[in-house]
């Protein structure tokens, strides 16, 4: 009944998920190059709890059909179905290139890349849980030093207007002790992150700083208070400059 009627739905334009699956373990590596690119690859294990029809799979991608046409890499264990729009990013759906088997571990790999930026002093990333998972991992490697990370699950009373309250709200958790808290590793060039037990629908934000990045945005943080505006005001009145804070980069969704 559950497979007539998501066929029927997704005729109509309404994709219903494929629920009987669950994820034991997924790991998230995003791969920063000296130019500041990123390469995202995405390793899942999936356990089938029945088996999917054309379809019901599909990997979500945080890029657009245009930017996603060569951006997404080949999946060396699947077959691509066909991509759509998924609110502002791609879906791409697919089918094993082997049979599945009910209840036996199925292993699946996907991934991306990310165009550089200017700034290399912070950055911040999301992940987000889709089906029954286990425990979710993510670790970056880039080729400079991170000073401190933190992460917390995003609130869901809460809406970050810009980037600015994003980096606020983050800065208020750096030192709270959290069983989410990231681990700097490898003199400080690999920050790792491990959820266990997320529930669907939980968002978790991950952000690193290097020590330039963390002062940066302090002071930002500060120049845009209300009272950093108003002395920012005054200064301008007499000819002085205000300092201009850095930008979070965002990895990926």
């Known amino acids: 009944m559950m497979k007539f009627l998501r066929r029927t739905l997704r005729q109509y334009g309404f994709d219903m998920p494929f629920r009987q699956m669950v994820c034991p373990a997924q790991l998230k590596t995003i791969r920063v190059d000296a130019e500041w690119r990123a390469t995202v690859s995405v390793q899942s294990t999936y356990v089938f709890l029945d088996l999917p029809q054309d379809g019901d799979l599909r990997d979500i991608y945080p890029l657009s059909l245009v930017e996603a046409e060569g951006a997404i890499h080949h999946s060396p264990d699947s077959r691509e179905i066909t991509r759509r729009r998924y609110g502002t990013g791609t879906a791409v759906y697919w089918r094993p290139r082997q049979g599945l088997v009910r209840y036996a571990a199925y292993d699946h790999q996907c991934g991306w890349s990310s165009p550089g930026w200017d700034s290399q002093a912070s950055l911040y990333t999301e992940m987000a849980c889709e089906m029954r998972t286990g425990i979710q991992t993510l670790e970056i490697v880039a080729p400079l030093r991170f000073e401190t990370a933190v992460a917390f699950k995003q609130p869901r009373w809460q809406t970050f207007k810009n980037e600015r309250s994003l980096v606020k709200y983050a800065l208020a958790h750096l030192d709270t002790n959290s069983e989410q808290r990231p681990v700097i590793r490898d003199n400080g060039q690999r920050v790792e992150l491990r959820i266990v037990g997320p529930k669907v629908g939980e968002r978790y934000v991950c952000m690193a700083f290097t020590a330039e990045g963390l002062e940066e ?35 990926f969704t």
């Open 217 to 251: 945005w302090k002071q930002r943080l500060k120049d845009t208070s209300f009272a950093g505006r108003l002395k920012g005001f005054f200064a301008g009145l007499s000819g002085n400059r205000r300092r201009e804070g850095v930008q979070a980069n965002r990895l």
